[in-house]
């Protein structure tokens, strides 16, 4: 007779990081996962470990208690709800008693989400602890741009990235490299018409380019203690408008400075979960600079599962099974969406260089445990197309951007993101 599964996953959304989230349960424990969408995707298409439901109101609370009830009622096992998507997880969390009776949702109470979510609050929390943060001052949508300390260019993202998802206008994006007064008067003017009257993050831009970001995840317990801490130097970010500044490619590492100042915001917040930070070397200075802490695993977790962190085992530890996974040493490796020959022609530092050769590379979406000549076929497919997305949206690098030191500022959007 066979055991019964450990656990039924329920994965809400329908991107790579979805996919990479179901993978993950997959390697650790042989279970499918439940990955509802709000529409059919090719990430989840013709997997073998996936059953793909389909809610186009999936982004309505109601419906999504109801259908995550919907499924735990015919699970063999006991149901865990997770996501890589910020008001997937505010909502989780606003609505866990709703859910506690038949699933397990791994997030923070909604007031410590809340805390961190708003970017307003997370600027003062960094101030208050000493973490690198860039200058920041805040406007609400369809405010006047008023006295503004900053130099231009600015940066200019959404304080509420919940109320941003739901409201649309021309040239809305995750984040805005804003020129001048006027541009940045429009987007204001824009974003308020459209219905956003929240708070608009405006900050200091930090010069460099790509080569700069590095992404740091680190998972506490339901006790607050840092159980795991681990990242990487970001290579390439992709630059097309829904996907801005999601990691391409990645190469793990240690990050001394930035590892311990996240440990230092999530042990002072008492946070437990999964948290994931955006950081920019500023190379004014050398430091790590703090963007924002997303309170979740970020669309490249694959990343933390090739490197021997899979996100499953320490949920199913600190949630499920009460037994936590020894703490070997991390592995080194290339996570990367995109074809090698992409990498040698951005990547030009030659210590790097000679990184990316050591490293295993890992593609979230090639899962030997998952195959079928159709998937296989549009993931290549997909890799492929990286190249025209990167010539259409993505410049060649300048001589001094290649070697790590700051080009000129290109037009918003396309560079230098948070």
Known sequence: MRNPPAVHPVVLGGDAGAYSLARAFHESLGVRSTVVSVRPTPNVARSGIISNVVEPRLDEPDVMVELVRRVAASAQAPVMVVTCVDWYVRALAEHRERLADVAVVPYPPVGLLDEVMDKQRFSALCQELGVPHPRTEVRDGGQQVGNLDLRYPVIA???????????????????????????????????????????MIVQEYVPGDDAQMRI???????AGT?????????????????TLGNPAAI????????????????????????????VKIDPRTGEGVFFELNPRTGRSNHYLTASGLNPADFWMADHLQGEWPDAAEPLEVLY???PGFLLDRYVQDPAVRAGLRRARAVHPLKYGGDRSPRRDAWVRLAELNQVRKFAQFHPAPTADEANGRPGEPVPSGERGVA
């Open 157 to 199: 993202k959404p304080g509420d990235n919940t109320a941003w998802h739901r409201v649309s206008f021309p040239g809305k994006s995750k984040v805005h490299l804003v020129r001048d007064r006027d541009e940045l008067a429009a987007l204001l003017r824009a974003a308020g018409d459209a219905g956003y009257r929240r708070p």
């Open 216 to 222: 740091m995840t680190t998972y506490s317990d339901r």
């Open 226 to 242: 840092v159980r795991m801490a681990w990242g990487g130097r970001v290579l390439l970010e992709e630059h097309t408008p829904g």
């Open 251 to 278: 190469l793990t590492g240690r990050l001394p400075q930035v590892e311990t100042d996240a440990r230092r915001l999530v042990e002072h917040l008492g946070w437990t979960g999964f948290a994931n930070f955006d």
């Open 336 to 338: 990367r969406i995109v």
